[in-house]
């Protein structure tokens, strides 16, 4: 089942923040987070594991909350080339062992301005 | 290292016809993914390979859709016969075992008239 994105899409002027959330109906493994410039390919931005993480760079990062099954992306000073698509791609657990295969949600489109 | 490589990145055929789209993953990952990408239906997993065996179809749609990887370099993604609701951008992606992200490809933007 499709992972929930909110919101479909943010307009910030540069220097703003954003925050970007991803939820699930069901037990997630992991969350990944893409990001995909118009006519490009999805480009991976950082992986969390189950167990309530929260990593990233200086000024993207991300979280990871197990019990609620929601991860958010928090972008912080945001620049001009953060606009893009942001996807989010969830894992589940199943019986053989951890599941490779990525359900991706239908993605938030950011637009950073000057 | 390349990356993952995908061809051709534009293909135009006419309904009926067979496409058949070619993916090359990075050396070493043990994981390949073909996704399919439109704006009605977002990113898609169609099927995926681990150490080449197919582990998961589940998503191809119907049988006019097939999908090899002979070895650990190589993989088909082929519709036959294509249809215009098949009009998508398809991408190849790969992967290491264990928790790592995925790499896509360039992708094929399909277009079937």
């Known amino acids: 089942q499709q992972p929930v994105q909110s919101p479909q899409a943010v307009i910030l002027r540069e220097g703003e923040d954003a925050v970007i959330n991803c939820s699930s109906s069901?037990?997630?493994?992991?969350v990944h987070w893409y990001r995909q410039k118009h006519g490009e390919a999805p480009v991976f931005l950082m992986i969390l594991l189950k167990g309530g993480e929260q990593k990233g760079h200086e000024k993207i990062s991300a979280s990871f909350n197990e019990k609620k099954q929601q991860s958010s992306l928090y972008l912080t000073a945001s620049q001009l080339s953060y606009s893009g698509t942001y996807f989010c791609?969830?894992?589940?657990?199943?019986?053989?062992?951890?599941?490779?295969?990525?359900?991706f949600g239908s993605g938030t489109q950011l637009t950073v301005l000057p | 290292d390349a990356g993952v490589i995908q061809s051709p990145r534009h293909e135009v055929t006419e309904m009926g016809q067979e496409v058949t789209l070619r993916c090359k993953p990075i050396?070493?990952?043990?994981?390949l993914f073909w996704y399919r990408q439109t704006m009605m239906r977002g990113l898609e997993l169609l099927i995926y390979f681990n150490n080449n065996v197919p582990i998961d179809d589940s998503g191809m749609p119907e049988d006019r859709f097939s999908a090899k990887m002979p070895n650990a370099s190589f993989s088909t993604l082929k519709i036959q016969p294509s249809e215009p609701r098949d009009s998508a951008v398809y991408f190849c992606a790969s992967s290491w075992t264990g928790e790592s992200g995925y790499t896509f490809g360039s992708g094929t933007r399909l277009t079937v008239v």
């Open positions: 791609g969830t894992s589940n657990l199943i019986s053989s062992g951890s599941a490779r295969q990525l359900t």
């Open positions: 050396s070493g990952h043990d994981y």
């Open positions: 069901k037990a997630l493994y992991s």
